[in-house]
Nanobody, 123 residues
Framework: QVQLVESGGGLVQAGDSLRLSCAAS????????MGWFRQAPGKEREFLAS????????LYADSVKGRFTISRDNAKNTAYLQMNSLKPEDTAVYYC????????????????WGQGTQVTVSS
């Protein structure tokens, strides 16, 4: 089992930045691909980014490429999502997720999920 806890969400203004953290406990963090997703009210959950277990491979959704940066620190068992130039349409609940080994963009491929953290961007 892997337990994931997100933090760092909040209310910000358009153009601001936030850094989300995802602290993991349980099985070996460095064996897991970490992903970030979000879900806005009335919308499906959306893939944002993923990082391979070693950190040498990263995938981004086109909607956030160039504004969001995913990273991980295996020594701290933590993954991060740096979000810059935030827009009102980025308002959503943000989730981190983990799966063993390979990266995928699909939420059903991930086995472990955090409880989510709310990000609200005002105009």
């Amino acid at each position: 089992q892997v337990q994931l806890v997100e933090s760092g969400g909040g209310l910000v203004q358009a153009g601001d930045s936030l850094r989300l953290s995802c602290a993991a406990s349980g099985r070996t963090f460095s064996s897991f691909t970490m992903g970030w997703f979000r879900q806005a009210p009335g919308k499906e959950r959306e893939f944002l980014a993923s990082v391979s277990p070693s950190g040498d491979s990263i995938l981004y959704a086109d909607s956030v490429k160039g504004r969001f940066t995913i990273s991980r620190d295996n020594a701290k068992n933590t993954a991060y999502l740096q979000m810059n130039s935030l827009k009102p349409e980025d308002t959503a609940v943000y989730y981190c997720a983990a799966r063993y080994s390979r990266q995928y963009r699909y939420d059903y491929r991930y086995d472990y999920w955090g409880q989510g953290t709310q990000v609200t961007v005002s105009s």
